[in-house]
């Protein structure tokens, strides 16, 4: 099978279906805190940042394969340049779902310690208990558009996964998808919530939420065709996909599971994780 049809497939299942999987989690019950759901998050979070680290970034550096300090400045700025990238597309996110409300005030504060607030959802509780259904619906539709956009950097460290991979069974891209998919599932129950509370049909909820995955693929595809151009181009654009990856991570993993659930257990199933993202890259 072309390693291509291959990323099309798996990016497919951590996309559409991830997303998809948290619109149907979100449709059939009410968003609370879930301990299972923090453990997984924390566990996602410890192997992407082994993958990160101990992948991503030395395969940056060794993309030459004459030293690592020829690549070390374009490295630096594919991290910033990543890490940027994610970070004003989440920006955009707020500015967009928090229009009409003050996104600093009693219910929604700077700090972001209310698991609403750092999911960018946290305007929907306020809309649907006044029921005000037109707003609930344009909230989602703008909520689905944002993840849309936000999915396309994340393919593309699939794809960057892929990039020389030996076989379609690559270990590395395969578990890149997968801690991907599991990002996914908040980021699908943010889509779907408000357009159930808006009046939506379930099923028509969960397959706009599945939708807004697809970017996903395109983003796979863009990554490996970028990262097959040569050194340089790999070097940077796996230093790209490694800086996004630190900011999905840093700004959205860890903190959505600690605020899921507020005790240390998901810092030992970070640990877990990272060791686990250890032995899939090196054994």
Not at 120 to 128: F, N, T, W
Not at 206 to 228: E, Q, R
Request: hydrophobic share 55%; proline share 4%; with cysteine.
């Amino acid at each position: 099978m072309p390693v291509f049809v291959w990323i099309i497939i798996v990016t497919f299942i951590s996309g559409v279906l991830g997303t998809g999987l948290g619109g149907l989690v979100g449709s059939l019950a009410k968003r609370d805190s879930s301990r299972v759901v923090s453990l997984f998050l924390s566990f996602a979070g410890g192997v992407m940042l082994s993958i990160v680290c101990f992948d991503l970034i030395t395969g940056a550096l060794d993309a030459g394969g004459t030293g690592r300090r020829e690549f070390l400045v374009l490295t630096i700025a594919g991290l910033f340049l990543g890490y940027l990238t994610v970070f004003v597309l989440n920006r955009l996110i707020d500015d967009n779902t928090n229009k009409d409300i003050a996104h600093v005030d009693a219910q929604h504060p700077a700090t972001a310690d209310d698991l609403g607030e750092l999911i960018h959802s946290d305007h929907y509780s306020h809309h649907r208990q006044t029921g005000d259904r037109q707003e609930m619906f344009v909230a989602g539709v703008i909520m689905a558009c944002a993840i849309a956009l936000h999915n396309l950097p994340e393919g593309m460290v699939i794809g960057v996964s892929y990039t020389g991979a030996v076989n379609v069974m690559d270990r590395a891209g395969l578990v890149m998808a997968i801690v991907i998919g599991l990002h996914n599932i908040p980021e699908g129950m943010a889509v779907a919530v408000p357009l159930i509370s808006a009046g939506v049909p379930r099923t028509r909820a969960v397959l706009v939420t599945a939708l807004s995955g697809a970017p996903t693929i395109a983003g796979a595809l863009l990554g490996y065709a970028v990262g097959s151009l040569g050194p340089s181009a790999l070097c940077l654009s796996m230093s790209f996909a490694a800086g996004a990856m630190l900011y999905v991570v840093f700004g959205e993993l860890i903190p959505e599971a600690f605020l899921m659930w507020r005790s240390k257990t998901p810092a030992f199933a970070i640990l877990i994780g990272m060791v686990v993202g250890l032995i899939v890259i090196y054994v």
